[in-house]
């Protein structure tokens, strides 16, 4: 679309956020808007100058001024989201008309190109408040840390939260299979393993099996692969701008992938067995993901050993106790088992059921 400037195209009104205003007569820069726009799944407005329409300017999620528009745009009411865009990385005046029109960023193309692309799928996707986002770990095998991911998931959507479950353990045989829904269609990590820059949210969302009313992102039954740094931030970041609650499965170890994935949590709960033996292994899990996660607690399972108990095991690993894992008969597994958390009167389901309305209201989990 070489030179081609459309001066009344309307906002978006199907419920979307509109798209952002492009303020431009330059062809050339015009042509590179409207291709980072279309790369973000973003449809902007273009007009040469400030929109004549009454709140064109105030109501626009986004604005891109043109370095040829900068001096048709001042004195125009201020507010932020006003970018000032350009490609002549040596123009002295730059900043000064920056400041005559309140820009928040002057970006220069195409160096900016990437970090552009990311705030217009911002706009385009209508991200507010970022997803809750807690990791499970066990703290050794057989933990049962894959059991409460799903419990927490199954409750969650049960209290009304938007919920996706991602399964970061390649070797743990599939959270899909614990509930049940390993004939769901969908996509699975294989086909995100290599991704790299911005996954869109809403596109990961929609295409992810839907098991329980939750999303879930898990493996198939092939060979694992190794999740890319870049895979894991791209998917996580995409599933946490949706909103609600993102739930992840980790395990033991702590690769780059792993690291990335830590990174993103606001909360990591160790899953820890009443056992001596268990207790040390915890030890050397909660070592490892404390040099990339700051909040991580302890949930105890029993049985204990003789003279251990939650508050001992605590205690011994130096962190907050979040409570004692329940243990209910009858899940996913059996014959006629049930997913993890799938009792709303189970005693799984209202121990994760506590724990999402403490750490929903920002209070401390306890």
Excluded at 116 to 121: D, N, S
Excluded at 153 to 168: C, H, N, P
Excluded at 240 to 255: A, Q, Y
Excluded at 293 to 312: F, H, K, M, N, T
Aim: aromatic residues 4%.
């Amino acid at each position: 679309m070489t030179g081609s400037i459309t001066p009344d195209r309307r906002p978006a009104t199907d419920g979307r956020p509109g798209g952002p205003l492009i303020v431009t007569e330059d062809a050339a820069l015009l042509d590179d808007l409207l291709r980072l726009c279309a790369a973000a799944g973003a449809e902007p407005e273009v007009h040469h100058g400030v929109p004549e329409r009454r709140g064109g300017w105030d109501s626009a999620p986004l604005i891109l001024v043109g370095d040829d528009a900068a001096a048709r745009v001042r004195g125009s009411t201020r507010r932020s989201g006003v970018y000032l865009v350009g490609r002549d990385q040596d123009d002295p005046e730059v900043w000064r008309r920056a400041v005559e029109i309140g820009a928040d960023h002057v970006l220069r193309l195409p160096d900016a190109e990437n970090w552009l692309v990311e705030r217009i799928a911002d706009v385009a996707e209508g991200v507010g408040h970022q997803a809750l986002t807690v990791g499970v770990i066990g703290g050794r095998g057989g933990a049962g840390a894959s059991t409460l991911a799903c419990a927490l998931a199954v409750t969650a959507v049960r209290s009304g939260q938007r919920t996706v479950l991602i399964d970061g353990d390649p070797l743990g045989g599939g959270l899909d299979v614990l509930l049940g829904g390993e004939h769901t269609e969908g996509r699975r990590w294989p086909d995100f393993a290599r991704s790299k820059g911005r996954v869109g949210g809403s596109a990961l969302e929609e295409s992810l099996p839907e098991v329980h009313g939750l999303r879930i992102l898990s493996w198939d039954r092939t060979d694992s692969v190794t999740i890319a740094p870049e895979a894991m931030r791209a998917v996580l970041a995409a599933a946490r701008r949706g909103g609600g609650v993102v739930v992840v499965d980790l395990p033991r170890r702590v690769d780059e992938g792993v690291a990335e994935a830590l990174a993103q949590l606001d909360l990591g709960l160790l899953v820890v067995p009443g056992e001596l033996r268990a207790v040390a292994a915890a030890a050397r899990v909660a070592s490892m993901v404390g040099m990339v996660l700051q909040d991580l607690r302890a949930v105890v399972r029993g049985p204990y050993a003789s003279g251990l108990d939650e508050e001992w095991v605590a205690r011994a690993l130096e962190l907050p106790l979040v409570g004692e894992l329940p243990v209910e008969e009858g899940l996913l597994g059996t014959e006629h088992g049930a997913p993890p958390g799938s009792r709303a009167r189970g005693p799984l389901a209202r121990f994760c059921t506590a724990f999402w309305e403490q750490a929903l209201a920002g209070g401390t989990v306890s």
